[in-house]
């Protein structure tokens, strides 16, 4: 059974950066998508950021610009760079892979913006 861990997340100010590393306790080879979602307080969870085996990306509307996702599949980790952070950013961050987006899910970690 895959676990995915995720780190990184912690206490940021409006305008910083944090980034988020999800490490599978296998090769990450086999997930055709791995990605990214959030789930704030009182809220559906919503998409962030995939990245495709091939290694092309897809953002949603409220990231594109500001976070870029990667991964290695030599360290079985993706990463999610997050810069020009806002309030509204403030969630549980999830991480994701799979031949699609959903077969395994990490435990999530906390991200929260404010001043």
């Known amino acids: 059974q895959v676990q995915l861990v995720e780190s990184g997340g912690g206490l940021v100010q409006p305008g910083g950066s944090l980034r988020l590393s999800c490490t599978a306790s296998?090769?990450?080879?086999?997930?055709?998508?791995m990605g990214w979602f959030r789930q704030a307080s009182g809220k559906q969870r919503e998409w962030v950021a995939t990245?495709?085996?091939?290694?092309?990306?897809n953002y949603g509307n409220s990231v594109k610009g500001r976070f870029t996702i990667s991964r290695d599949n030599a360290k079985n980790t993706v990463y999610l760079q997050m810069n020009s952070l806002k309030p509204e950013d403030t969630a549980v961050y999830y991480c994701?892979?799979?031949?699609?987006?959903?077969?395994?899910w990490g435990q999530g970690t906390q991200v929260t913006v404010s001043s």
């Open positions: 994701s892979a799979g031949i699609v987006l959903g077969n395994y």
């Open positions: 990245v495709i085996a091939g290694g092309s990306t």
């Open positions: 296998g090769s990450i080879s086999s997930f055709r998508e």
